[in-house]
């Protein structure tokens, strides 16, 4: 049998109780997961999997472009009352 070690990991209630639901369907531990965390890790040279900032679809950047066309709703606005117009509008 292999050596294992003892690892503590500090991490939200919540969150752990949502991985190890998954993990439980998908057959396996939290201790496993980790482990093939690690190899997945080891085996990219770096995270297994991309990190990024998230960036707005195809839809949202149309209604943003959509928006900025619109003079009426872009402003400046003399008053509240002027700019809810405007949004009812």
Request: aromatic share 8%; glycine share 6%.
């Amino acid at each position: 049998m292999v050596n294992k070690g003892n690892m503590t990991l500090r991490i939200e209630p919540e969150l752990k109780e949502q991985a190890a639901a998954l993990f439980k369907s998908l057959g396996m531990d939290l201790s496993t997961a980790t482990g093939i965390f690690y190899r997945q890790a080891l085996r990219y040279h770096g995270l297994p999997f991309e990190v990024r900032l998230d960036e707005p679809n195809q839809t949202t950047y149309a209604a943003i472009e959509a928006s900025e066309r619109d003079e009426d709703t872009y402003g400046p606005f003399d008053s509240v009352d002027e700019l809810m117009e405007a949004l009812n509008a």
